[in-house]
């Protein structure tokens, strides 16, 4: 078999051999959660509004902290997300924080057979689809399990972003999917001096791909917003220019570093 053809069991060990580091780091304070804090950001708390009574999937939800703040809002919430050690780890905060929250160890793809349900709400966020090759799949699953009137809310790195070297000094890869994208992956965004490395295989999707999946499966475009800055501090060379707003100091405002939509399923 073909790394790309392995790619979940790959991605897999990645995901599996950083949950330990991610726990402990600054990044996804803890500390903070653990005592309330949320940790989702205004970009897509703006685009969910009132979601007390809402069921909500999350997919991707690493171990669950947006799952669980989704929760706290009120939400009937369940997460998805390829490591089972992030799972693990997501039902254990949940026990641990009482708070009712179901989370299933499932690739993306398999969501439907996990899951013979619908919801109010699809989530998904921040370097989610670049560990996906097939985004008219993705689409597909996003509409089987969302009921009709039901809606997906998105935010993504910008495409842009994933174009640059990791030193943001020249344009490395290709805009558009081009194939997987193969590398040895050392630390991780969290923490950048874990002793972790590991295979990965990953592929950019441009914004045009991304609607297109999204169109064909009738899901009707509600909003769409870009912006130039992260909220979070996962890249080289930031600076931030206002609290939770990053950019790379040296390109300032001048490339867009993330966007977010919600569309709707007819």
């Keep these: 078999m073909t790394s790309e053809g392995n790619y979940k069991e790959i991605n897999k060990i990645l995901w599996n051999d950083a949950v330990a580091t991610h726990l402990s780091s600054e990044f996804y ?14 970009i897509e708390l ?8 809402k069921k909500i999937l999350h997919l991707q939800c690493h171990f669950g902290q947006d799952t669980l703040s989704l929760a706290r809002m009120g939400a009937s919430v369940t997460g998805i997300d390829l490591s089972d050690k992030a799972i693990d780890a997501a039902n254990q905060l949940a026990e641990q924080l009482e708070i009712d929250a179901k989370f299933i160890c499932s690739d993306v793809y398999s969501t439907p057979e996990e899951l013979n349900e619908q919801f109010d709400i699809v989530f998904t966020s921040y370097g989610t689809i670049g560990w996906l090759p097939d985004l008219d799949a993705w689409a597909a ?25 990791y030193d943001f000094q020249k344009v490395g ?10 590398e040895i992956s050392d630390g991780t965004y969290a923490d950048r001096e874990a002793d972790i490395s590991n295979n990965s295989i990953s592929w950019n999707h441009s914004l045009g791909e991304v609607m297109t999946a999204l169109l064909g499966q009738g899901l009707r475009l509600d909003s769409f917003q870009e912006y130039d800055y992260s909220p979070y501090n996962c890249f080289r060379h930031t600076v931030e220019v206002e609290p939770k707003k990053y950019r790379i100091k040296h390109l300032d405002n001048k490339i867009p570093m993330l966007y977010a939509l919600s569309a709707t399923k007819a």
């Design 46 to 53: 703006e685009l969910f509004g009132d979601v007390k009574g």
């Design 173 to 182: 890869y290709n805009y558009f999917n081009a194939g997987p994208v193969e």
């Design 29 to 42: 304070d803890m500390e903070g959660f653990l005592a309330g804090k949320s940790s989702l950001n205004p």
């Design 141 to 165: 699953v996003i509409r089987r399990v969302l009921k009709p009137g039901g809606r997906l809310i998105f935010v993504e790195f910008h495409p842009v972003v994933w174009m640059f070297d």
